[in-house]
């Protein structure tokens, strides 16, 4: 949640929550296999997924590259 807070005025970043017990075929569509999965969508739609450790530090690293 600080992570996503903390995005809310960036225009660049869409964050985007799924619930892949209510969600299965999202879930199956991106790839998710495990919890929490984050995962980082270039431009081009390739996704990147995101495998350091879950704090805000990290994932703001993770986004800024």
Do not use: H, M, W
């Not at 600080?2 to 869409?14: C, P, V």
């Not at 495998?51 to 530090?57: C, G, I, L, N, P």
């Amino acid at each position: 949640e600080a992570f996503t807070d903390g995005q809310k005025d960036n225009k660049s970043i869409e964050v985007v929550k799924i619930n892949c017990q209510e969600q299965p075929a999202e879930a199956e569509k991106a790839g998710v296999e495990g919890f929490p999965t984050v995962i980082l969508y270039d431009e081009s739609g390739k996704p990147k997924i995101f495998e350091d450790e879950r704090t805000v530090a990290a994932l703001q690293r993770f986004v800024a590259q």
